[in-house]
């Protein structure tokens, strides 16, 4: 039972390319969120949402931005991307009773 | 300082042993995370807590608001538990602030 699906697990894309990741989470959550994840340093967040067409800056947003069309789908775009991105990228979905569910990541290469 | 600290950030040891990890935090939470996350990257939830203890089979989660401070507990521990372990807490809203992970390897 599936509740949130990170589009793909693993991308090579070059340097300057457009990238799109997509999460998607079936639970009817109004909070989602982008991490990515490097050794030494954890999990750091990009951006998050807290409802449909919203978003909010994290502690890293540079270089990305988001887009919250649908409540069920928030997306994570790299406008120009550069070797400094390669990374993990993982999805949150958060329910108001507090519970927290991740997607299974994508490893992105930016070579 | 990182706002959450988790120790040990290695931990190896053999089948059936018990296992503690420990998370320690300095700013005011509404719940506390324990995670896990398997070679590959996805990552489950375990255990969700905001006092007390909670228990799912061989694994004990604790927590104590006053001093700030949480532990996972593994007993009987087996390989297949191998994986990274981390601690999240909640601070404002929907937030979540990571530890870095404890690689936790048990050896047959």
């Known amino acids: 039972d599936v509740k949130v699906t990170q589009s793909s697990r693993y991308l090579v894309k070059r340097t300057g390319e457009k990238v799109f990741l997509e999460c998607v989470q079936d639970?009817?959550?109004?909070?989602m969120f982008w991490y990515r994840q490097d050794p030494g340093l954890g999990l750091r967040l990009i951006y998050f949402s807290y409802d449909v067409k919203m978003k909010e800056k994290g502690d890293i947003p540079e270089g990305y931005s988001v887009s919250r069309e649908k409540k069920e789908r928030f997306s994570l775009i790299l406008e120009s991307a550069s070797t400094n991105q390669t990374s993990m990228y993982l999805c949150?979905?958060?329910?108001?009773?507090?519970?927290?569910?991740f997607g299974q990541g994508t490893r992105l290469t930016v070579v | 300082k990182n706002e959450v600290e988790q120790s040990p950030q290695n931990l190896t040891a053999q089948e059936g042993e018990f296992i503690t990890i420990n998370c320690s935090y300095s700013?005011?939470?509404?719940?506390l995370h324990w995670l896990q996350q398997h070679p590959g990257g996805g990552i489950v939830s375990l255990f969700m807590?905001?006092?007390g203890k909670k228990k799912h089979g061989r694994l004990i989660a604790t927590i104590n608001i006053q001093e700030k401070h949480s532990s996972l507990h593994i007993t009987a521990s087996h390989p297949r538990d191998s994986a990274v372990y981390i601690c999240a807490v909640r601070t404002s809203g929907s937030r979540l602030t990571f530890g870095e992970g404890t690689q936790l390897t048990v050896n047959p």
């Open positions: 949150a979905s958060v329910g108001n009773i507090n519970e927290a569910f």
């Open positions: 639970m009817d959550h109004e909070n």
């Open positions: 700013v005011g939470i509404s719940a």
């Open positions: 807590l905001s006092s």
